[in-house]
């Protein structure tokens, strides 16, 4: 990181370090040395879809479904969140980072592709909802 800069930015990006380094430590209380086949996985269940946080891959009606690492980062976010509502802004910072040079208009096209894949009916979504002024929020039921 280069000199000066702003401290948010540095909270920023050791919040984002310690968040993935946390994605890389066994639970807590768990044996490290146990088998991968009776550990539970981490799944997000909505409508015929399935996110498999551990293998990264997504089943919708028993297909596997391709996602982009953006997209899948994005959506996997989203299904972490309990059904907040995120700025299109707050989504950019938490999923594309800090450096980001795009626009957070992105985030709209990155959810318009999602529920073409996802959603039952895209015009009509039941999962990845548009919250007028505001942004986005995930519903898993």
Same mark, same amino acid.
């Given at each position: 990181?280069?000199? *000066?800069?702003?401290? $948010?930015?540095?909270? /920023?990006? +050791? #919040?984002?370090?310690? %968040?993935?380094?946390?994605?890389?430590? *066994?639970?807590?209380? $768990?044996?490290?040395? /146990?088998? +991968? #086949?009776?550990?539970? %996985?981490?799944?997000?269940?909505?409508?015929?879809?399935?996110?498999?946080?551990?293998?990264?891959? +997504?089943?919708?009606?028993? %297909?596997?479904?391709?996602?982009?690492?953006?997209?899948?980062?994005?959506?996997?976010?989203?299904?972490?969140?309990?059904?907040?509502?995120?700025?299109?802004?707050?989504?950019?910072?938490?999923?594309?980072?800090?450096?980001?040079?795009?626009?957070?208009?992105?985030?709209?096209?990155?959810?318009?592709?999602?529920?073409?894949?996802?959603?039952?009916?895209?015009?009509?979504?039941?999962?990845?909802?548009?919250?007028?002024?505001?942004?986005?929020?995930?519903?898993?039921?």
């Amino acid at each position: 990181m280069t000199k *000066p800069f702003a401290l $948010a930015e540095l909270l /920023a990006r +050791v #919040a984002a370090l310690l %968040r993935r380094a946390r994605l890389h430590l *066994p639970q807590q209380g $768990a044996p490290t040395d /146990a088998p +991968v #086949a009776e550990a539970k %996985r981490a799944e997000i269940r909505f409508g015929d879809v399935v996110l498999d946080l551990d293998t990264r891959t +997504v089943i919708r009606a028993g %297909r596997p479904i391709k996602l982009t690492h953006r997209e899948f980062e994005l959506l996997a976010f989203l299904g972490r969140s309990g059904g907040r509502v995120f700025s299109r802004e707050e989504l950019v910072r938490q999923v594309w980072g800090l450096e980001y040079p795009g626009q957070a208009r992105t985030v709209d096209n990155f959810i318009a592709q999602l529920r073409a894949k996802l959603e039952q009916d895209p015009e009509q979504p039941k999962h990845l909802l548009t919250i007028r002024g505001s942004g986005y929020r995930f519903v898993a039921a």
